[in-house]
């Protein structure tokens, strides 16, 4: 009983919440003046002068015409319907004007006015005043405090600017009104085109999240770029951000990466982060390029839009100039990237064309009498090579040199199978016009070679986190031993915040690593003296002694721990030390210590730790841990839920991850294991909300164990409610939805939501569907080979459960053992209106068992939960099965008249 899912995006009965502002019929401008140099003045010129199609309405109170248009005293008064109001008048007045709006059924507004929470107090309530009126009126809201919008390619130009900027494929989007209009007057110049260009000031309700969407799924844009000054709603930027970078290059530069510093905090954790490499840890995340000048925003904007991305680090390098090879090879290995080695048969090749002293490696220095022919034989071999991932070619003007010949005869290497290729040009006027010719050929050319480096740098790194992202995980090795013991751990947190404690004991913080299934020694408590003796003698020498404490974050710092006690004597004597130490800098209140083994042994010491940050919430570290985990911060971060390659590719980044890949004594560290405990670690950390911060510092690593050897867990204060703690900024795998089901046919399968790891599985699914199945899921046919590619596959497990929701029922084959998918169902969002769309697809010899009610059930209650207002789908005529299941479970059914060659399903939540 399948059923097809036709749109994810907008019902074609209805327009996009956001094109009143991007595409409008008709536009007022409220505060429309002629006071020469105004903004009432200037933002009205521009929409009369151009050429959107939409009718202009000047609103002034005071005036019957403004530059000799008709004028209105307020709104209400305007007698066509209006879809976007452009507001210019003082912050005082504008709650009152967008009051007005609602009531007149205006759909968008631009807020240009300044002095809202950029001026203190009374300014950000009067722009709570705004939000609050636009809310009720389901207005849209670009502002307050920007310069406007302009969208060349429809002639919209609804901005406080001189100028309307070329029509191209780029949306550029910019928190700062100021650097706005320095782009604007910039692109001029430069002959840089834009989709659209948005100013969008202290974005008070259109966010990140609102215009990457949107732009996404805009014919007109084929990259988007941001100056970002604030983040906002960290959850709507990186859920968008997700989906549309595997289509779309995201490029954003962020101010303010100076001001990042270290913070106080209450572990190791805390101090080791800082907000801007959060911020480069959610880029990463989300496949969002960062980088750090407004040159290299557009430079990579160029590049990515002309050449295909590198799929490794490797760049051949074809040069007239020796120096010029040399500045691009350490700029390129400087960046991380490194100088592809020739294979033989490359080399064999150039000696067969090049002069004897050419340089028989790479940089391949083809001397400086190098003319076109000699430049283009080089490039057609270079380009051949398997050992390289992309292709510089430098040129130096020199005596026999013709800059425009040689670009001429390069343009039919602008498109390299799989590979980029980019060009240095160097020198004034005489290269000029070889410059030119390789550019409009889609070739980037640059005026210096190490900045043609950085860009590959930049390339291939940002298609080495692409693929990371979406590459398929691995399910953790004993993931069908049982899930993680989450009451025990809460039964821990709760008893602590009971007794008003935000300290955990190190006892109790291990129990917590051990209920999600995290190695550590074994920590036994003893309140005197000789009941120390004896748990050292049980556990046997030799043995650390701690102290015991529910106030003490740092131990080492008091004098509380005593390391390799090997008899009774030692350990008598390391506890009265450890007490008296601990008395002497903290005072009286603490008694008792723990009992551990010592653990010997050659291995590294890691730091595995969570702590919160006020933009994102939760983060992870991982690094060189041990006693100076602070001199080295050799350590990485990450936002969680993470998986087996999130986890891999998290590791990759640290120093220490690659001197364990060394070789250690013949025997290897079980990387393997080590993403598995950060996965179980990342598991934890979304779990266990009111868990403020985490360290487990160190984390011992060998080829022989795992194993934490210390631990601690601080929590939020007692007093905060659970809706006061800090939200992930990626919505976790929902495990409430996860339960099992009995068949008509007493089969029992597990339902629950869809993983990344389930992607082998997907594939064996669509192996087992019918033709007939394909074809009214789908509406039409679909081959196997393209509904199982992985690049379609990504898309569909991996899910973002902010904006959907898919169950698949799953069991273990009772021939094979082996699990496998019987049915999938989906929910996906509209990101038009708070409705939402499903489909449902069974295996056919599951089919008539009752499995699509049951998903089509549980997802009407994902619906319910996550306040839906309407859930629908469309459905063949002749898919009577489904059509059956939807009455059952109260839906509609109709033909609609915009496409009677569909059955509508309908049903209403609120």
């Not at 029922?809 to 094979?816: L, M």
């Not at 059930?857 to 009577?880: F, T």
């Amino acid at each position: 009983m399948p059923l097809a899912l036709a749109r994810t995006d907008v019902p074609p009965d209805k327009r996009h919440p956001l094109d009143p502002i991007f595409a409008p019929r008709s536009v007022a401008v409220i505060g429309a003046s002629e006071e020469a140099g105004g903004a009432g003045r200037t933002v009205l010129l521009n929409l009369i002068s151009s050429p959107f199609g939409g009718t202009v309405f000047p609103v002034n109170s005071e005036r019957h015409s403004v530059l000799g248009v008709k004028a209105y005293p307020n709104i209400a008064a305007v007698p066509d319907p209006v879809d976007m109001a452009v507001v210019v008048t003082p912050a005082s007045t504008v709650p009152g004007i967008m009051r007005e709006c609602a009531e007149a059924g205006v759909r968008g507004a631009i807020v240009l006015s300044g002095g809202f929470k950029e001026c203190g107090e009374v300014g950000a309530e009067l722009e709570r005043q705004v939000v609050e009126a636009a809310g009720r009126g389901r207005i849209r809201l670009i502002g307050p405090n920007c310069i406007g919008v302009m969208r060349p390619t429809i002639g919209l130009n609804a901005a406080f600017v001189s100028a309307m900027p070329r029509a191209g494929d780029v949306a550029f989007i910019s928190q700062s009104g100021a650097l706005g209009a320095a782009v604007l007057d910039w692109s001029l110049r430069e002959n840089i085109g834009f989709s659209a260009f948005i100013s969008i000031g202290s974005m008070a309700e259109v966010d990140w999240g609102d215009l990457i969407y949107y732009f996404g799924y805009d014919g007109r844009t084929h990259s988007i770029l941001i100056h970002m000054e604030t983040i906002g709603d960290a959850r709507s930027f990186l859920s968008a951000a997700r989906e549309v970078a595997l289509t779309k290059p995201i490029i954003v530069m962020k101010a303010g990466r100076a001001e990042a510093a270290g913070r106080a905090a209450a572990s190791h954790t805390g101090s080791l982060t800082g907000s801007d490499d959060v911020l480069d840890a959610a880029f990463r995340r989300c496949g969002v390029l960062r980088v750090n000048s407004l040159s290299d925003l557009f430079y990579m904007a160029e590049v990515l839009a002309k050449q295909p991305r590198p799929k490794g680090p490797r760049l051949a390098v074809v040069t007239n100039s020796g120096g010029a090879g040399v500045i691009a090879t350490d700029a390129l290995i400087a960046g991380g990237g490194a100088l592809a080695e020739l294979s033989p048969q490359t080399v064999e090749a150039l000696n067969e064309i090049l002069p004897p002293h050419w340089s028989r490696r790479n940089p391949i220095d083809i001397l400086g009498d190098a003319e076109a022919e000699r430049y283009a034989k080089v490039v057609e071999i270079a380009a051949n090579d398997p050992n390289s991932d992309g292709l510089l070619t430098i040129l130096t003007p020199q005596a026999m040199t013709d800059p425009a010949r040689t670009a001429e005869r390069l343009q039919p290497f602008a498109k390299i199978r799989g590979k980029p290729m980019l060009a240095s040009w160097m020198g004034g006027a005489g290269v000029e016009s070889g410059a030119a010719i390789l550019n409009r050929a889609d070739i980037p050319t640059f005026p210096y070679p190490d900045m043609a480096a950085h860009m590959f740098n930049t390339m291939w790194r940002y298609s080495y986190n692409l693929h990371s992202i979406y590459e398929t995980p691995s399910l953790p090795a004993d993931f069908d031993n049982g899930a993680p013991d989450r009451a025990q751990a809460r039964e821990i947190v709760e008893g602590a915040r009971r007794q008003g404690r935000t300290i955990l004991a190190e006892a109790d913080s291990k129990r917590i690593l051990t209920a999600y299934g995290i190695p550590v020694t074994e920590a036994r408590v003893a309140a005197d003296e000789e009941t120390a003796v004896r748990l050292a003698e049980e556990i046997g020498y030799p043995v650390v002694l701690k102290i015991h404490s529910e106030t003490i974050a740092h131990k080492s710092d008091v004098g509380g721990v005593r390391l390799d006690l090997c008899d009774a004597q030692a350990v008598r004597g390391a506890y009265r030390a450890i007490v008296s130490a601990v008395r002497e800098r903290v005072g009286d209140g603490e008694s008792g210590v723990t009992v551990q083994p010592m653990i010997r042994g050659d291995g590294w010491e890691l730091i595995v730790g969570s702590s919160i940050d006020p933009q994102f919430g939760p983060v992870l570290l991982f690094g060189l841990g041990g006693r100076n985990v602070e001199v080295f911060r050799d350590r990485v971060l990450a936002l969680p839920p993470l998986n087996t390659t999130l986890a891999r590719r998290m590791m990759e980044q640290t120093r220490v991850y690659q001197a364990m890949q060394a070789d250690h004594g013949g025997k290897a560290v079980n990387v393997g294991a080590l993403e598995d405990l950060m996965v179980r670690f990342s598991q934890l950390v979304v779990e266990q909300r009111w868990i403020k911060e985490i360290d487990v510092n160190p984390l011992l690593v060998s080829p022989e164990q795992l194993i934490a050897l210390d631990a601690r867990i601080i929590l939020h204060a007692p007093e905060a409610t659970e809706d006061q703690l800090p939200r992930l900024a990626i919505r976790p795998y929902p495990i409430q939805y996860s339960g099992t089901w009995e068949a008509r046919d007493g089969t029992t399968v597990a339902i629950r939501a869809l993983r990344p790891e389930d992607e082998p599985l997907m594939v064996a699914f669509h192996q087992t569907l019918s033709e007939e199945t394909v074809y009214l899921r789908y509406f039409h046919m679909i081959g196997l080979s393209q509904r199982t590619s992985h690049e379609r596959l990504i898309r569909v497990c991996f899910v973002d459960y902010d904006r959907e929701m898919v169950l698949v029922a799953d069991r273990k084959n009772p021939e094979t053992g082996a699990h496998e998918i019987l049915g999938v169902g989906r929910l996906t969002k509209l990101r038009a209106a708070n409705e939402a769309e499903f489909a449902v697809l069974i295996t056919d010899r599951f089919q008539g068992k009752g499995l699509g009610t049951e998903l089509l059930s549980r997802l009407l209650q994902v619906g319910r939960d996550e306040r839906l207002a309407r859930i629908s789908g469309e459905i063949l005529p002749e898919n009577y099965g489904m059509q059956s299941v939807c009455r059952r479970l109260g839906f509609r059914l109709q033909r609609p008249p915009e496409n009677p060659t569909v059955v509508k399903a309908e049903i209403d939540l609120l």
